[in-house]
């Protein structure tokens, strides 16, 4: 599905998904809930780590600023939209490794 057409004068709430397969704990949920809203202030951030699936409710930026933003944290993004379904294993990365 694509939408080209962006109206100007309202604010479009867009529902954007990812998984993000190096996703590993509750600790990379809140690094990666704020550095959304960093890129959008009203964006609700919806993430559920069982199923490394991160879904944003935007309101400025777009799928493209918000894969930034999450590779900026130091994930790695697939969107959803354009991925398979789930074949990928997770990786062993992880920030809380010891
Ligand atoms: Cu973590």
């Known amino acids: 599905m694509t939408v080209e057409s962006r109206p100007s004068n ?3 709430i867009q529902m954007i998904s990812f998984e993000v397969n190096d996703m590993t704990c509750g600790h990379c949920v809140s690094t ?3 550095a959304l809203k960093a890129v959008d202030g009203g964006a609700r951030v919806q993430i ?3 199923s490394r699936r991160v879904q944003i409710a935007a309101t400025q930026a777009d799928a493209d600023e918000l894969a930034d933003a999450i590779r900026d944290a130091g994930y790695t993004p697939v969107a959803l939209a354009e991925a398979p379904p789930a074949t990928a294993a997770p990786t062993t ?3 809380c490794r010891r």
């Open 93 to 95: 990365g992880s920030c």
């Open 10 to 12: 309202a604010a479009e």
């Open 48 to 50: 559920d780590l069982a």
């Open 32 to 34: 990666l809930t704020k």
